[in-house]
């Protein structure tokens, strides 16, 4: 069975720093392209950021570039998400996603896993 869990989520102040973890079983997860997702209140899901398998890919929205830090630790079966300089805007539920991986790096699309989500929240 496979499973995403996400933690790390809580409350920050605008200007601080949170890392979330993704911990993933059931499947191969060296051979997975790993993403995180955010949906807030109201509002579509959207992308966060994306990693390919081989951890030597990664692509981010535009909203997070050069605040947000995506990783992977294939040993611990674990993604990671630094999020630094968090803007109320940033309040949302957080899901990590992962499909298997391809030659050619897709990061916004065709996830099969998801996690519960962890909720993140922002206060000004």
């Known amino acids: 069975q496979v499973q995403l869990v996400e933690s790390g989520g809580g409350l920050v102040q605008a200007g601080g720093s949170l890392r979330l973890s993704c911990a993933a079983s059931g499947l191969t997860f060296s051979s997975y392209d790993m993403g995180w997702f955010r949906q807030a209140p109201g509002k579509e899901r959207e992308f966060v950021a994306a990693?390919?398998?081989?951890?030597?890919?990664?692509f981010y929205a535009d909203s997070v570039k050069g605040r947000f830090t995506i990783s992977r630790d294939n040993a611990k079966n674990t993604v990671y998400l630094q999020m630094n300089s968090l803007k109320p805007e940033d309040t949302a539920v957080y899901y990590c996603?992962?499909?298997?991986?391809?030659?050619?790096?897709?990061?916004?699309?065709?996830?099969?896993?998801w996690g519960q989500g962890t909720q993140v929240t922002v206060s000004s």
């Open positions: 990693v390919k398998w081989s951890g030597g890919g990664t």
């Open positions: 996603a992962g499909k298997s991986g391809t030659v050619v790096f897709i990061p916004r699309r065709g996830y099969d896993y």
